[in-house]
């Protein structure tokens, strides 16, 4: 158990925070034409089915899979942006009903408001979840936050003033602000470059190392799953995508970058990572 | 590359060239009769001007008033009628973007009304109001109305859907969602809308005064009936004017809320 000693102090801790059960989402469009190429349900586009899938607390798991399977949706559920249309959301015991301050949610987009700056950002999350909490307390916390991913200077910046980096920090800091016990990122990284992307791998291990948070993160890269997670869940191709594997990274923290490269153990993994995503991606392309 | 400051002198030295090549051009074929006889010249518009602006806000009774005092009823017509609008167009445009249900029972009758020139609404007005003053205003705000309410609706249905997801996630309700994502969000439409309500008032104005009695509208029929040209000159320069000053307003305003790069 080396890969949660660092993580996890007591043993009451490690039970499931999130338990997804039998969860399904199916589409069902107001479209006035029938759509012929599209498989499955004529009524409705089934994107995931039977979900089943357990997260202890605290931990890092990502999920992958080819682009369209429905990763994005998924974690929407998760977040309660959409309702499933069958199965459960349990988070601590509890069937969810909608969205809460319990999860932080991370767009690819960022999805700052651009009429608002940054730390007037992070307020409007503050002044949305703790309504009573006095202006000077939202100000206060809002800083600390923009502290914690080294954007203090930019506070009073606009959105279009910061570089993709800089506003997909100021996305984690909002999402963090509200003290969520539960982070979903959806493809967070994706549109960044090379080397913000590191830095920003970098910053968010270390925030979640301080934060007692438990990470859900959808990526398509192969290497950040292997770098971030304890846990890998892959996803088949859709529609009626399933999760076809989940495999435990057991690979000891800190990872330095270019050290866990030559593991065995993370070769291996990647191995089979590469052959999974290549067959379901070959799925997806002769379908469509 | 030009100095800016060079190609800036040089701009505002072709227009002024420009202008008095018009107004040369404009003398000479009045002067001439090459038109029609009687027409009134550049210089005689331009004393005309002069005496009208300066003394703007004098009253003699209804067919003798300042330029600026019948300017400024047109204002205050279009102001009030304007307001009345917008204060109406907003919050019903938001939610024809919100709901389907209002959406589709709203939406046949903004297309079937917003075609009508708003002066087919002046002998309603009349009958209904008794009023000319009253009158006026409704027909501005008939006028107002369709611009800023499709904009905004517009607006509401093509919100990046990423704001409405943030709210959400945070538990938002729907005034908070309401008063601090879609309204900041939809501004750009809403000035828009407002922009395109504003020039289209101004443009109403003007003939449905005609018919109304006072202001600028009236103005210029009241110098018709006196044969004089020159003073309905006038008026078309006042009105071009203080339309263009109201467009850039909104101009103005619209680019404090340009969120783009
Ligand atoms: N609101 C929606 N209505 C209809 N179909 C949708 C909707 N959202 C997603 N889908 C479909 O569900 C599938 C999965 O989408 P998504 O979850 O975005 O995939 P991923 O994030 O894995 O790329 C896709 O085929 C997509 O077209
Ligand atoms: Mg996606």
Redesign the pocket.
Known sequence: MNKKSSKISTSIENYSHLELANLG?I???EKKFIDFRSKGNRRG?E??KDINLKIEKNTFVSII????????????LIAGL?APTSGKIIIDGQAIKGPGPDRGVIFQNYALMPWLTTIQNIEFALNTVFPAKTKADVKERARKYLRMVGLEKASNKFPKELSGGMKQRVAIARALSINPNMLLM??PFGALDALTRSYLQDELLSIWRKNKVTVVL?THSIEEALLLSDKIVL?SS??S?IISEEISVDLERPRDREKIEQDPRYLKIKMRLEKHLLRETRAVEEVT | MMNKAISTRLTFAVAILSLLIFIILWQVIAQQGLLVKNFPGSFKTIASLIWWVSDPFFDNGPNDLGIGTNLLISLRRVLIGYSLAVLVAIPLGVLMGMSKLAQSSLNPYVQLLKPVSPLAWLPVGLFVFRNSEITGIFVIFITSIWPTLINTAFGVASINPDYLRVSKSLGANKSITIRRVILPAIMPNILAGMRISMGTAWLVIVAAEMLLGTGIGYFIWNEWNNLSLENIFVAIIIIGFTGFILDQFFGFLQDKFDYSI
């Open positions: 989402k589409f069902f469009k586009f994107a995931i899979g080819p682009s369209g399977c429905g990763k994005s949706t998924l974690l929407n959409q959806d493809e959808i996803m859709g529609p995508a």
